[in-house]
């Protein structure tokens, strides 16, 4: 599974976002800070957009109540937030995460990433979502992990996914040359 690469060397802050009239600054967190969030049973937009810019919260609630910034805009924006963390689409996340906190794979997972000395107070989102998608496919037969990556990237339904022009581009010259 591709994730991005930048992504997973260490905590970068995100660029910056632009709501309403303010811009904030959104700064380099840890997994754990991230996992303090998505990993909570009802995660919640709040939560996520308190952790990455706390002050932004209150402005939110004001331009949804005044009409200048929709509940769907506050929800895509932090989505993508999540995505950008992640290094990989955010309901992928959700997947992994729900994945790894099963009463069925939660002692396997925080064994294995014990035992590879995992710090999730040190590394990106990304990486430790790299870590925990090795433990759960390094022992799958390729056709097996083929099926687990597809699962992965199937949005949940509703979910229109972005394309990147700039990327179907590369890939259609990239195919274009290889012929």
Not at 37 to 63: C, K, M, W, Y
Not at 83 to 108: C, E, M, Q
Not at 115 to 139: C, E, M, N, P
Request: charged share 20%; glycine share 6%.
């Amino acid at each position: 599974m591709a994730s991005d690469l930048l992504a997973s060397l260490k905590p970068w802050p995100i660029e910056d976002i632009f709501i309403v009239d303010t811009v904030y600054h959104v700064p380099a967190l840890p997994a754990i800070d991230w996992l303090s969030i998505l990993l909570d049973d009802q995660v919640s937009l709040f939560g996520i957009t308190g952790l990455l810019v706390p002050e932004a919260n209150g402005a939110i609630e004001l331009h949804i109540l005044g009409g200048e910034y929709s509940h769907e805009e506050w929800e895509e924006l932090t989505w993508d937030l999540v995505s950008i963390a992640a290094g990989r689409p955010w309901w992928t996340t959700f997947y992994l995460l729900g994945n790894a906190k099963h009463v069925n794979n939660v002692d396997t997972v925080k064994g294995e990433l014990a035992l590879h000395g995992v710090d999730a107070t040190k590394i990106s989102l990304s990486s430790w979502l790299d870590a925990v998608y090795r433990i759960f496919t390094q022992h799958m037969k390729p056709e097996d992990r083929q099926k687990f990556d597809l699962l992965l990237a199937r949005p949940p339904a509703g979910v229109k996914v972005k394309t990147d022009a700039s990327a179907n581009r590369a890939a259609l010259a990239a195919l274009m040359s290889s012929g």
